[in-house]
Protein backbone atom coordinates (compact mmCIF):
# COMPACT_ATOMS: atom_id res chain seq x y z
CA UNK A 1 0.00 0.00 0.00
CA UNK A 2 0.97 3.47 -0.63
CA UNK A 3 1.28 6.22 2.06
CA UNK A 4 -1.07 8.42 0.92
CA UNK A 5 -3.23 5.62 0.16
CA UNK A 6 -3.26 4.60 4.04
CA UNK A 7 -3.29 8.24 4.71
CA UNK A 8 -6.54 8.84 2.62
CA UNK A 9 -8.42 5.21 4.12
CA UNK A 10 -8.43 6.98 7.58
CA UNK A 11 -11.49 9.43 8.41
CA UNK A 12 -9.42 10.50 11.07
CA UNK A 13 -5.95 11.86 10.96
CA UNK A 14 -3.35 9.76 11.74
CA UNK A 15 -1.38 9.78 14.85
CA UNK A 16 2.30 8.77 14.98
CA UNK A 17 4.49 10.34 17.70
CA UNK A 18 8.31 8.85 17.84
CA UNK A 19 8.22 7.81 21.12
CA UNK A 20 10.62 4.33 21.76
CA UNK A 21 12.97 5.97 24.12
CA UNK A 22 10.20 6.84 27.03
CA UNK A 23 8.76 4.02 26.76
CA UNK A 24 11.42 2.76 29.01
CA UNK A 25 9.19 4.51 31.55
CA UNK A 26 6.69 1.93 31.25
CA UNK A 27 9.01 -1.09 31.34
CA UNK A 28 11.60 0.22 33.96
CA UNK A 29 14.35 -0.68 31.27
CA UNK A 30 16.77 1.46 30.49
CA UNK A 31 17.90 2.54 26.62
CA UNK A 32 20.67 0.38 26.70
CA UNK A 33 19.31 -2.83 27.64
CA UNK A 34 16.64 -1.99 25.14
CA UNK A 35 19.34 -1.63 22.76
CA UNK A 36 20.38 -5.20 23.14
CA UNK A 37 17.46 -7.05 23.90
CA UNK A 38 14.96 -7.35 21.14
CA UNK A 39 12.34 -9.22 23.90
CA UNK A 40 12.55 -6.40 25.89
CA UNK A 41 12.19 -3.41 23.07
CA UNK A 42 9.05 -5.24 21.94
CA UNK A 43 7.77 -5.40 25.52
CA UNK A 44 8.69 -0.96 25.37
CA UNK A 45 7.15 -0.55 22.00
CA UNK A 46 4.09 -3.01 22.98
CA UNK A 47 3.72 -0.89 26.07
CA UNK A 48 3.30 2.19 24.65
CA UNK A 49 0.87 1.28 21.79
CA UNK A 50 -1.29 0.04 25.08
CA UNK A 51 -0.80 3.26 26.78
CA UNK A 52 -1.78 5.65 23.87
CA UNK A 53 -3.09 3.57 21.02
CA UNK A 54 -1.22 5.45 18.22
CA UNK A 55 -1.92 4.16 14.54
CA UNK A 56 2.01 3.23 14.24
CA UNK A 57 5.02 2.14 16.54
CA UNK A 58 8.35 2.79 15.25
CA UNK A 59 11.55 0.69 16.76
CA UNK A 60 13.95 2.53 18.96
CA UNK A 61 15.96 5.10 16.66
CA UNK A 62 19.37 4.07 16.66
CA UNK A 63 21.66 6.12 14.12
CA UNK A 64 24.58 3.42 15.34
CA UNK A 65 22.99 0.06 14.77
CA UNK A 66 25.17 0.16 10.85
CA UNK A 67 27.77 1.73 12.05
CA UNK A 68 28.63 -1.07 14.81
CA UNK A 69 27.59 -3.91 12.46
CA UNK A 70 30.29 -2.61 10.13
CA UNK A 71 32.79 -2.67 12.92
CA UNK A 72 32.79 1.26 13.68
CA UNK A 73 33.62 1.66 17.50
CA UNK A 74 30.84 2.82 19.55
CA UNK A 75 29.63 3.88 22.91
CA UNK A 76 26.51 3.01 24.93
CA UNK A 77 25.32 4.98 27.56
CA UNK A 78 22.82 3.92 29.92
CA UNK A 79 20.06 6.76 28.94
CA UNK A 80 21.01 7.70 26.30
CA UNK A 81 21.48 7.22 21.98
CA UNK A 82 24.96 5.52 21.57
CA UNK A 83 27.52 7.28 19.48
CA UNK A 84 30.22 6.23 17.07
CA UNK A 85 33.90 7.51 18.59
CA UNK A 86 36.12 6.85 15.65
CA UNK A 87 35.81 7.85 12.22
CA UNK A 88 38.86 6.28 10.44
CA UNK A 89 38.03 6.34 6.83
CA UNK A 90 40.26 9.20 5.50
CA UNK A 91 40.60 7.98 1.33
CA UNK A 92 38.70 5.06 -0.77
CA UNK A 93 41.22 2.51 0.05
CA UNK A 94 40.25 2.29 3.68
CA UNK A 95 37.11 1.42 2.56
CA UNK A 96 38.99 -1.75 1.96
CA UNK A 97 38.94 -2.32 5.73
CA UNK A 98 35.27 -3.10 5.56
CA UNK A 99 33.66 -6.47 4.31
CA UNK A 100 29.86 -7.11 3.21
CA UNK A 101 27.24 -7.28 6.29
CA UNK A 102 25.19 -10.13 7.18
CA UNK A 103 22.41 -8.45 8.90
CA UNK A 104 21.25 -11.71 10.56
CA UNK A 105 24.58 -11.85 12.28
CA UNK A 106 26.33 -8.92 11.95
CA UNK A 107 26.32 -6.45 15.28
CA UNK A 108 22.62 -5.32 16.76
CA UNK A 109 20.58 -5.88 13.32
CA UNK A 110 19.44 -8.66 14.65
CA UNK A 111 18.05 -7.82 17.53
CA UNK A 112 15.73 -5.00 15.62
CA UNK A 113 14.56 -7.56 13.34
CA UNK A 114 12.93 -9.74 16.73
CA UNK A 115 11.65 -6.51 18.12
CA UNK A 116 9.79 -6.43 14.68
CA UNK A 117 8.91 -9.93 14.42
CA UNK A 118 7.61 -9.82 18.33
CA UNK A 119 5.39 -7.01 17.88
CA UNK A 120 3.61 -9.14 14.77
CA UNK A 121 1.04 -9.92 16.65
CA UNK A 122 0.18 -6.07 17.55
CA UNK A 123 -2.95 -4.45 16.02
CA UNK A 124 -0.78 -1.60 14.53
CA UNK A 125 1.68 -0.21 11.78
CA UNK A 126 4.92 -1.39 12.49
CA UNK A 127 8.08 0.99 11.42
CA UNK A 128 11.81 1.05 11.47
CA UNK A 129 14.92 3.01 10.83
CA UNK A 130 17.68 2.74 8.39
CA UNK A 131 20.71 5.44 8.25
CA UNK A 132 20.75 6.91 5.26
CA UNK A 133 23.89 6.01 3.27
CA UNK A 134 25.32 9.66 2.99
CA UNK A 135 24.86 9.39 7.00
CA UNK A 136 26.44 6.63 7.21
CA UNK A 137 29.49 7.72 5.41
CA UNK A 138 29.52 10.36 7.37
CA UNK A 139 30.30 8.08 10.10
CA UNK A 140 32.93 6.22 8.60
CA UNK A 141 34.40 9.57 7.40
CA UNK A 142 33.43 12.31 9.71
CA UNK A 143 30.43 14.51 9.13
CA UNK A 144 32.13 17.68 8.81
CA UNK A 145 35.20 16.15 6.91
CA UNK A 146 32.34 14.57 4.77
CA UNK A 147 31.02 17.38 3.98
CA UNK A 148 34.07 19.26 3.09
CA UNK A 149 34.97 16.32 1.00
CA UNK A 150 31.38 17.08 -1.23
CA UNK A 151 33.76 19.85 -2.66
CA UNK A 152 37.53 18.57 -1.95
CA UNK A 153 36.99 14.64 -2.58
CA UNK A 154 34.21 13.22 -4.90
CA UNK A 155 35.83 10.12 -5.43
CA UNK A 156 35.89 9.52 -1.57
CA UNK A 157 31.85 10.57 -0.71
CA UNK A 158 31.04 8.28 -3.65
CA UNK A 159 32.93 5.24 -2.73
CA UNK A 160 31.76 5.52 1.16
CA UNK A 161 28.50 6.01 -0.64
CA UNK A 162 28.07 3.23 -2.19
CA UNK A 163 29.25 0.76 0.25
CA UNK A 164 26.93 2.39 2.45
CA UNK A 165 24.16 1.98 0.38
CA UNK A 166 24.71 -1.97 0.47
CA UNK A 167 24.69 -2.17 4.15
CA UNK A 168 21.96 0.15 4.45
CA UNK A 169 19.34 -1.58 1.61
CA UNK A 170 20.53 -5.07 3.30
CA UNK A 171 19.48 -4.37 7.01
CA UNK A 172 15.90 -2.24 5.76
CA UNK A 173 15.50 -5.55 3.60
CA UNK A 174 15.76 -7.27 6.69
CA UNK A 175 13.80 -5.29 8.32
CA UNK A 176 11.20 -5.39 5.78
CA UNK A 177 10.74 -9.44 6.06
CA UNK A 178 10.50 -9.07 9.85
CA UNK A 179 7.21 -6.88 9.96
CA UNK A 180 8.20 -3.74 9.44
CA UNK A 181 5.33 -1.69 7.64
CA UNK A 182 7.14 1.27 7.35
CA UNK A 183 10.68 1.81 7.00
CA UNK A 184 12.28 5.49 8.05
CA UNK A 185 15.49 6.36 6.35
CA UNK A 186 17.65 8.72 8.48
CA UNK A 187 19.74 11.15 6.33
CA UNK A 188 20.57 13.64 9.21
CA UNK A 189 23.96 14.57 7.48
CA UNK A 190 22.77 15.75 4.75
CA UNK A 191 21.06 18.75 6.31
CA UNK A 192 25.09 20.03 5.99
CA UNK A 193 24.80 19.84 2.25
CA UNK A 194 23.30 22.04 -0.80
CA UNK A 195 20.62 21.00 -2.78
CA UNK A 196 22.87 20.27 -6.03
CA UNK A 197 25.28 18.04 -3.42
CA UNK A 198 22.43 16.37 -1.89
CA UNK A 199 21.39 15.64 -5.84
CA UNK A 200 25.17 13.82 -6.09
CA UNK A 201 26.03 12.65 -3.25
CA UNK A 202 22.89 11.26 -1.26
CA UNK A 203 19.80 11.50 -3.47
CA UNK A 204 20.84 9.08 -5.98
CA UNK A 205 21.98 6.52 -3.03
CA UNK A 206 18.87 6.72 -0.86
CA UNK A 207 16.94 6.41 -4.46
CA UNK A 208 18.56 2.81 -4.49
CA UNK A 209 17.25 1.42 -0.94
CA UNK A 210 14.37 3.20 -1.69
CA UNK A 211 14.10 1.03 -4.81
CA UNK A 212 15.15 -1.87 -3.79
CA UNK A 213 12.48 -1.85 -0.48
CA UNK A 214 9.42 -1.33 -3.27
CA UNK A 215 11.05 -4.20 -5.11
CA UNK A 216 10.31 -6.80 -2.24
CA UNK A 217 7.92 -9.06 -1.43
CA UNK A 218 6.55 -6.73 1.64
CA UNK A 219 6.92 -3.40 -0.15
CA UNK A 220 7.02 -1.46 2.62
CA UNK A 221 5.94 2.44 2.77
CA UNK A 222 8.74 4.44 2.71
CA UNK A 223 9.68 7.94 4.53
CA UNK A 224 12.84 10.25 4.97
CA UNK A 225 13.99 12.34 7.88
CA UNK A 226 16.44 14.56 7.46
CA UNK A 227 17.76 16.83 10.96
CA UNK A 228 17.05 20.55 11.26
CA UNK A 229 15.99 22.89 8.81
CA UNK A 230 15.95 21.28 5.94
CA UNK A 231 14.06 23.70 3.54
CA UNK A 232 16.29 23.91 1.12
CA UNK A 233 16.01 20.51 0.31
CA UNK A 234 12.37 19.58 0.28
CA UNK A 235 12.45 19.21 -3.43
CA UNK A 236 14.97 17.21 -3.84
CA UNK A 237 14.09 15.46 -0.72
CA UNK A 238 10.63 14.08 -2.49
CA UNK A 239 12.09 13.41 -5.44
CA UNK A 240 13.75 10.12 -4.04
CA UNK A 241 10.85 7.74 -4.92
CA UNK A 242 9.86 7.91 -0.70
CA UNK A 243 6.65 8.41 0.12
CA UNK A 244 6.95 10.63 3.02
CA UNK A 245 9.06 13.11 4.34
CA UNK A 246 9.45 13.22 8.29
CA UNK A 247 9.13 16.93 9.13
CA UNK A 248 12.14 18.51 12.12
CA UNK A 249 10.73 20.81 14.37
CA UNK A 250 12.53 24.10 12.76
CA UNK A 251 10.05 23.77 10.06
CA UNK A 252 6.98 25.20 8.60
CA UNK A 253 4.96 22.57 7.95
CA UNK A 254 2.45 24.59 5.93
CA UNK A 255 5.27 25.77 4.02
CA UNK A 256 7.36 22.92 3.06
CA UNK A 257 4.11 21.17 2.42
CA UNK A 258 2.71 23.68 -0.26
CA UNK A 259 6.13 22.87 -1.70
CA UNK A 260 5.67 19.10 -1.94
CA UNK A 261 3.73 17.00 -4.53
CA UNK A 262 0.19 15.87 -3.22
CA UNK A 263 1.17 12.30 -3.18
CA UNK A 264 4.16 12.52 -0.67
CA UNK A 265 2.87 12.55 2.67
CA UNK A 266 4.22 14.74 5.25
CA UNK A 267 5.00 13.68 8.98
CA UNK A 268 5.45 15.67 11.64
CA UNK A 269 6.21 18.10 13.83
CA UNK A 270 5.44 18.67 17.47
CA UNK A 271 8.50 20.10 19.01
CA UNK A 272 9.90 17.07 20.83
CA UNK A 273 12.27 18.97 23.39
CA UNK A 274 10.72 22.56 23.86
CA UNK A 275 6.70 21.44 23.42
CA UNK A 276 7.39 17.59 24.74
CA UNK A 277 9.73 17.64 27.30
CA UNK A 278 9.78 21.43 28.64
CA UNK A 279 5.98 22.49 28.05
CA UNK A 280 2.76 21.51 30.36
CA UNK A 281 -0.27 19.11 29.39
CA UNK A 282 -1.69 22.43 27.94
CA UNK A 283 0.95 23.50 26.61
CA UNK A 284 1.66 20.38 24.41
CA UNK A 285 -2.52 20.17 23.34
CA UNK A 286 -2.52 23.90 22.23
CA UNK A 287 0.69 23.21 20.44
CA UNK A 288 -0.80 19.92 18.99
CA UNK A 289 -4.31 22.18 18.15
CA UNK A 290 -2.55 25.04 16.75
CA UNK A 291 -0.66 22.30 14.21
CA UNK A 292 -3.82 20.57 13.28
CA UNK A 293 -5.35 23.42 12.77
CA UNK A 294 -2.73 24.47 10.19
CA UNK A 295 -2.58 21.89 8.35
CA UNK A 296 -6.54 20.67 8.03
CA UNK A 297 -6.73 22.02 4.69
CA UNK A 298 -4.18 19.11 3.60
CA UNK A 299 -5.07 15.64 3.51
CA UNK A 300 -1.71 14.05 2.90
CA UNK A 301 -0.34 14.67 7.01
CA UNK A 302 0.10 13.19 9.73
CA UNK A 303 0.48 14.23 13.04
CA UNK A 304 3.76 13.37 14.59
CA UNK A 305 6.70 14.53 16.78
CA UNK A 306 9.51 16.49 14.92
CA UNK A 307 12.04 13.56 16.01
CA UNK A 308 12.24 10.84 18.48
CA UNK A 309 11.04 11.99 22.26
CA UNK A 310 14.04 11.85 24.84
CA UNK A 311 13.51 9.23 27.29
CA UNK A 312 12.61 12.37 29.84
CA UNK A 313 9.84 13.08 28.04
CA UNK A 314 6.60 13.36 30.55
CA UNK A 315 4.12 10.26 29.73
CA UNK A 316 1.15 12.72 30.32
CA UNK A 317 2.58 15.02 27.42
CA UNK A 318 2.78 12.30 24.85
CA UNK A 319 -1.27 11.98 26.48
CA UNK A 320 -2.17 15.35 25.51
CA UNK A 321 -0.36 14.78 22.17
CA UNK A 322 -2.64 11.95 21.68
CA UNK A 323 -5.80 13.16 23.03
CA UNK A 324 -5.46 16.66 21.01
CA UNK A 325 -5.12 14.77 17.53
CA UNK A 326 -7.72 12.81 18.08
CA UNK A 327 -11.25 12.99 16.04
CA UNK A 328 -9.95 15.48 13.94
CA UNK A 329 -10.92 14.82 10.49
CA UNK A 330 -8.40 14.19 7.33
CA UNK A 331 -9.30 16.94 5.02
CA UNK A 332 -9.36 13.79 2.00
CA UNK A 333 -12.72 13.08 4.08
CA UNK A 334 -13.83 16.27 3.97
CA UNK A 335 -13.26 17.61 0.69
CA UNK A 336 -9.36 17.79 -0.03
CA UNK A 337 -7.22 20.39 0.04
CA UNK A 338 -8.46 24.12 0.40
CA UNK A 339 -6.32 26.66 -1.36
CA UNK A 340 -2.78 27.50 0.28
CA UNK A 341 -2.80 29.03 3.29
CA UNK A 342 -0.53 32.34 4.23
CA UNK A 343 -0.16 32.78 0.27
CA UNK A 344 1.89 29.65 -0.13
CA UNK A 345 1.69 28.76 -3.64
CA UNK A 346 2.73 25.36 -5.14
CA UNK A 347 6.40 24.87 -6.47
Request: charged letters at 15%; glycine letters at 8%; one cysteine or more.
Amino acid sequence: MQLIDLVGSHPERLRVPLMGFPGTQLTQSTIRQNLFDGALQARTCGALVERFEPDAVFTMMDLSVEAEAIGLPVTFPIDESPTVTKHPVTSPTDLDAFGPVDPAVNGRMPVFAETLCRLSGLDVLKGAYVIGPFSLAGLMIGATELAMATVEDWDLVHAAAAYATQVSTAYAEMLSAAGADIVCILEPTAVLISPRAFKRFSGPYIEQVVAALHATAADPMTLLHVCGDSRHLIKAMCRTGVQGLSLDAPMDPVATIEAMPEEVVLVGNVDPVTTMVQSSTDGVAAATEALMMAMAPYPNFVLSTGCDLPPETPLENIKALMQAGRGSPSSSHAGGRARPLDGHQRA
